[in-house]
């Protein structure tokens, strides 16, 4: 909060909860929808315990489902400054509101906010399995779309050889998809926390349930009925930090791909070969009236390195834990695991909306090919030269010689004169128009391999139908 010239507090927005974060995202974050969470995780651990013989009634726990989504953060905001305890007011306001004290038998604060934190982040992953299979299908779309436009492929973003522009986006989806069955391991093998009680040994819940075996029996029901998909034994107080570690460097790594397609957008967007389409009324600069900027790839630069923020942040609380647990993580998790889930979550829209929209200009790309043919055209020199007999070296060496030499004004007869000229090369002009010719339309094994990217995307995304019809929020 921030006080106004009046004296009265005012909000600090979050940034990334308000700008960049989707509705859906920010309902598993959100005040609200935590203590929504936390309820629910109540009712099915009191569900669990009256199966394994606890004495609670059916209409107890339907008191309590009535009024799970009666948030009201103002009252329980009254109760924590009373009682100096956040999560005691929000289990007293539960129980106010059921007329009932029967929840949080057995558990203690962590069995609480742990397995809470843990479900908002599964439910996260899941929210951005459909977002990242809908920007590879997305991809792959545009992909296929661009499959037979040549552009100048470039190392150190020097002109080097054809490709093209579809090969290019499969480039980028490829990183993606090998960041994507890390990702999908994950999931498939996010642990729960389970009820461990104060220091790990379930030791209030054997005491409740009255044996060993019960408890782990109510921890296996709890955790499948929240949908984690395995258990971890023989935690303490909280659960390894450096699990919060994975999660993000998976998200880290989910958005690599994207990041690096965004860069390389913009160097294409300066070169006039792509844009991201302008809306009506839309302005890019105030003092110049024609600018069309890659904003929302300039966005998913920065989303990234927020991310990465958040990842080492993260990172300073792996291998750091006293004994059973503290709280000495805390405030670092509460910022850093919601501000990672909205920051990637951000930055998919983000790539979406730009996959949805943007424009290429393949006129062009036909310039950029003629601009720089000489030298996109120089292995394939050098390959006819050898094949000729000239000496491998000593042919690189004149082309080389020929081609730093060769004014890029020049027209291109004057380059079929020098080398074909050049005893060294034993080319012919006939070799020296032919590969000029040639190299104009020569991509390799470029059309084949966006054919196998699009195949391998599209059977990734036949696993969730839900992520074709996806479309991200309007982005500001």
């Excluded at 450096?242 to 390389?264: H, I, K, N, Q, R």
């Excluded at 005893?423 to 190299?439: F, I, K, N, T």
Aim: charged letters at 30%; aromatic letters at 6%; a negative charge.
């Amino acid at each position: 909060m921030a006080e106004n010239t009046g004296g009265e507090k005012t909000p600090i927005p979050d940034v990334l909860a308000e700008r960049y974060a989707s509705p859906a995202m920010l309902a598993l974050w959100d005040p609200a929808g935590r203590v929504r969470l936390e309820r629910q995780f109540w009712i099915t651990v009191l569900r669990v315990q009256k199966e394994l013989g606890l004495d609670v009634s059916d209409e107890t726990i339907a008191a309590y489902e009535r009024v799970a989504d009666r948030v009201d953060l103002e009252s329980i905001r009254r109760r924590e400054l009373r009682l100096r305890h956040d999560l005691k007011a929000r289990i007293e306001e539960f129980c106010a509101l059921a007329g009932a004290e029967e929840i949080h038998k057995g558990l203690t604060s962590r069995d609480v906010t742990e397995n809470v934190e843990q479900l908002q982040v599964l439910r996260s992953l899941r929210l951005l399995r459909t977002k990242s299979l809908a920007a590879l299908h997305r991809l792959a779309e545009k992909a296929k779309e661009t499959r037979e436009i040549v552009v100048v492929g470039r190392t150190h973003n020097v002109p080097a050889q054809p490709t093209t522009l579809g090969k290019r986006l499969a480039m980028f989806g490829e990183e993606m998809l090998e960041a994507f069955r890390r990702f999908e391991a994950l999931l498939r093998e996010y642990p729960f926390r389970g009820i461990k009680g104060a220091v790990g040994t379930r030791a209030d819940l054997v005491e409740l349930l009255g044996s060993v075996e019960k408890a782990a029996e109510l921890e296996r029901r709890v955790a499948v009925r929240l949908g984690f998909p395995r258990l971890l034994s023989a935690v303490g107080q909280v659960y390894p930090r450096s699990l919060d570690f994975e999660v993000v460097s998976c998200l880290y790594g989910l958005v690599s791909g994207p990041s690096s397609f965004a860069e390389t957008f913009r160097l294409m967007s300066g070169l006039g070969l792509v844009s991201e389409g302008s809306r009506e009324g839309q302005v890019g600069s105030s003092a110049m009236p024609h600018k069309v900027n890659p904003r929302n790839c300039e966005r998913i630069r920065a989303l990234r390195v927020v991310l990465g923020g958040f990842l080492s942040m993260l990172g300073e609380l792996a291998g750091t834990q006293w004994n059973e647990g503290d709280v000495s993580c805390s405030a670092v998790r509460r910022v850093a695991l919601p501000g990672a889930m909205f920051a990637c979550d951000g930055l998919l829209d983000t790539f979406l909306t730009v996959l949805r929209e943007f424009e290429v200009h393949p006129d062009r790309a036909e310039s950029e090919i003629e601009e720089t043919l000489p030298w996109i055209a120089s292995g394939a020199f050098l390959a006819v030269a050898v094949q000729r007999g000239a000496g491998r070296e000593e042919a690189h060496r004149a082309i080389r010689e020929h081609l730093l030499e060769h004014p890029r004004e020049a027209d291109l007869e004057g380059l079929v004169a020098a080398l074909s000229g050049d005893r060294r090369l034993r080319l012919s002009a006939e070799d020296v128009r032919s590969v000029l010719g040639r190299v104009r339309g020569y991509v390799g094994a470029a059309r084949e391999q966006v054919d196998d990217f699009v195949r391998r995307a599209e059977a990734l995304v036949d696993t969730a139908p839900e992520a074709r019809d996806y479309e991200p929020p309007e982005i500001l």
